[in-house]
T-cell receptor, first 116, second 113 residues
Framework: AQKVTQAQTEISVVEKEDVTLDCVYE???????LFWYKQPPSGELVFLIR??????QNEISGRYSWNFQKSTSSFNFTITASQVVDSAVYFC?????????????FGTGTRLKVLA | DTGVSQDPRHKITKRGQNVTFRCDPI?????LYWYRQTLGQGPEFLTY????????KSRLLSDRFSAERPKGSFSTLEIQRTEQGDSAMYLC???????????FGPGTRLTVT
C-alpha cells in the first residue's frame, strides 16, 4: 500500500531560523516519484520539487534544500533562514506509475508558521 | 500559459441540490486530475482523464458524482443530491507527462448547508 506520513502537524519558528519538514513514504514500487508542494493561505498548491526514485542526489534551490534517502524512505525539506512569506502548509506527495495514472498520494501536510 | 483555472471559486448550496464545477487545464496538457481536500487534510484523488477518456475513478467517487472531459479540453465535475459531507475544496490539476509534476488550479470551495 502507498502511504505518505508527515508527522509534524504544525511548526512555529522565528524568522531567520532554519526548519526541516519531514516526509516518510511507503511504496512497493521500485519506480516512483516524490513531490513537495506549498499551499499558502490563498489555497492554491504551488509545485516546489519533483524527485524520481533513481535519483538520490540532494538538491538545493536558493533557501530550499531537499534530502532524499531511500534507505529510510524519507524525503525531507529544509528551509534555511526562514522568512514570514514561507508561512504556509507544505505537502509531500508520492506517485507511482503502476496503473499509468500517476495519481498523487498526499501526506496530511505540515503547517509552518514563521514569526517576525 | 495562463495556468489551470477553475470556476466557480466558491459555491454555497442547499442539501439535495445539484452542483457542477468546471476546470480548464493548461492547454497542452493531456492529463487531468480531480482531487478533494477537506479541512486539515491533504488532497485525495477522485478521478483521472487522459485526453477525453476517464481512466480511473476513486472509491471516494460515489454514484452521485460524475465527471466528463469532452474533446479532451475542459472538464466538469457534477455532484447530484449534495450532502453536507460533500463540503470540501475541489481541486483540479493537469500535467503533460505522468512522470512530471501536476499543476493545480485555485480550487472550488463547496459549502453544503
Amino acid at each position: 500500500a502507498q502511504k505518505v506520513t508527515q508527522a509534524q502537524t504544525e511548526i512555529s519558528v522565528v524568522e531567520k531560523e532554519d526548519v526541516t519538514l519531514d516526509c516518510v513514504y511507503e511504496t512497493r514500487d521500485t519506480t516512483y516519484y516524490l513531490f513537495w508542494y506549498k499551499q499558502p493561505p490563498s489555497g492554491e498548491l504551488v509545485f516546489l520539487i519533483r524527485r524520481n526514485s533513481f535519483d538520490e542526489q540532494n538538491e538545493i534551490s536558493g533557501r530550499y534544500s531537499w534530502n532524499f534517502q531511500k534507505s529510510t524512505s524519507s524525503f525531507n525539506f529544509t528551509i534555511t533562514a526562514s522568512q514570514v512569506v514561507d508561512s504556509a502548509v507544505y505537502f509531500c506527495a508520492l506517485s507511482e506509475g503502476t496503473s499509468g495514472t500517476y495519481k498523487y498520494i498526499f501526506g496530511t501536510g505540515t503547517r509552518l508558521k514563521v514569526l517576525a | 500559459d495562463t495556468g489551470v483555472s477553475q470556476d466557480p471559486r466558491h459555491k454555497i448550496t442547499k442539501r439535495g441540490q445539484n452542483v457542477t464545477f468546471r476546470c480548464d487545464p493548461i492547454s497542452e496538457h493531456n492529463r487531468l486530475y480531480w482531487y478533494r481536500q477537506t479541512l486539515g487534510q491533504g488532497p485525495e484523488f477522485l478521478t483521472y482523464f487522459q485526453n477525453e477518456a476517464q481512466l480511473e475513478k476513486s472509491r471516494l467517487l460515489s454514484d452521485r458524482f460524475s465527471a466528463e472531459r469532452p474533446k479532451g479540453s475542459f472538464s466538469t465535475l457534477e455532484i447530484q443530491r449534495t450532502e453536507q459531507g460533500d463540503s470540501a475544496m475541489y481541486l483540479c490539476a493537469s500535467s503533460n507527462s505522468g512522470r512530471g509534476e501536476q499543476y493545480f488550479g485555485p480550487g472550488t470551495r463547496l459549502t453544503v448547508t
